[in-house]
């Protein structure tokens, strides 16, 4: 009983371990979205969304999807092909983190 539970305990450290995002390491793999989306997530242009203050679950499930082909667009597509996990978590980390969005204030 002692041996299967510590064999869940470790999964689960390990998986916790693996699935961290690192803001950091998400600011250097951003380059190439920065012509699109800006270099902080706030696009310069209106025909490229603010990835800056996204919930960092919204644009993992995003990125997820343009690789996986459920959401369509062909250059996020592209874009995200060589994307592994843990970089789409890590860029999901970095804007999430970006001042950008701001709560609506409902009277």
Do not use: W
């Not at 470790?10 to 793999?29: E, F, N, Q, T």
């Not at 499930?61 to 250059?75: D, P, Q, T, V």
């Amino acid at each position: 009983m002692y041996k299967l539970l510590f064999i869940l305990l470790a999964g689960l450290l390990v998986s916790s371990v693996a699935i961290a995002s690192d803001p950091g390491a998400g600011k250097s793999k951003s380059q190439a979205c920065q012509a699109c989306h800006g270099p902080d997530g706030n696009s310069p242009t209106p025909n490229f969304p603010n990835l800056a203050g996204q919930y960092e679950d919204y644009i993992l499930h995003s990125l997820k999807g343009y690789k996986s082909g459920a959401r369509k667009n062909a250059i996020m597509a592209g874009m995200a092909a060589p994307l592994s996990e843990q970089d789409m978590k890590d860029l999901a980390a970095y804007y999430a983190n970006q001042n950008g969005l701001e709560p609506l204030e409902i009277d």
